[in-house]
């Protein structure tokens, strides 16, 4: 079974400050990790994934998430928060053991207000 | 303009009522997917498709169903089963295969039932 917690309902930052949002994971193999953004009353919109290979992911919008197997973690991080990046912000796991159903299984999601 | 749309964007219905969401794709994606979105719940799998003409259960697919007739096309009907219906709906595609790709959503359907 894969399962993703997203501790922080809500994270607030000063805009200027770096900003993180927290994201750990369950699978039974190993995990493609996913963080998508969601602006009010609209679809989801993808960010960034990590499927193998370096344990740093850049991103779309200036984001980049890190990848810690030790930890079962995938916070996502960026350096300067901007107000614009207030949303609300999901993480997502697909375990590769998972051949049959292959669909993503979604944290429960984190609001960024970014303050001016 | 490649993407996936999705209509009406604001849904209003009575109780006892079946009513069809449209999902439609031009990404020429093999799979397609349909989530409820509640608040403080994240989003929840209903039903799920990886190829024309067959489809699968979800995590919530009771009082839900669908049809695969094309490859471009993923309608949900939220039928007077589902006990509680008013949720926002929302459609993705993603290509299909063991590689694993993202997904790609819809604007999503905001429906009401009174």
């Known amino acids: 079974a894969q399962s993703v917690a997203q501790p922080e309902d809500q994270v607030n930052v000063a805009e200027g400050n770096p900003l993180t949002v927290k994201c750990t994971y369950s699978?039974?193999?190993?995990?493609?990790l996913f963080w998508y953004v969601q602006y009010p009353n609209r679809g989801l919109q993808f960010l960034l994934k990590y499927i193998t290979g370096d344990n740093l992911v850049k991103g779309s919008y200036g984001f980049e998430a890190e990848f810690n197997k030790s930890q079962t973690s995938f916070h996502l991080k960026k350096p300067s928060a901007l107000v614009s990046d207030s949303a609300l912000y999901f993480c997502?796991?697909?375990?590769?053991?998972?051949?049959?159903?292959?669909?993503?299984?979604f944290g429960s999601g984190t609001r960024l207000q970014v303050q001016p | 303009d490649g993407g996936i749309t999705q209509s009406p964007k604001y849904l209003f219905r009575k109780e006892g009522q079946n009513v069809t969401l449209s999902c439609e794709q031009n990404l020429n994606h093999d799979a397609m997917y349909w989530y409820r979105q509640d608040p403080g719940q994240g989003l929840r799998l209903i039903y799920y498709s990886q190829i024309v003409n067959d489809f699968q259960k979800g995590d919530i697919a009771e009082g839900y169903s669908v049809s695969r007739e094309k490859k471009e096309s993923f309608p949900l009907t939220v039928t007077s089963a589902q006990k509680n219906p008013t949720a926002f709906y929302l459609c993705?595609?993603?290509?299909?295969?063991?590689?694993?790709?993202?997904?790609?959503f819809g604007p999503g359907t905001r429906l009401t039932v009174t």
């Open positions: 993705a595609s993603s290509t299909a295969g063991l590689a694993t790709h993202e997904q790609y």
């Open positions: 699978v039974s193999g190993n995990p493609y």
């Open positions: 997502a796991v697909r375990d590769t053991l998972d051949t049959g159903r292959r669909a993503l299984t």
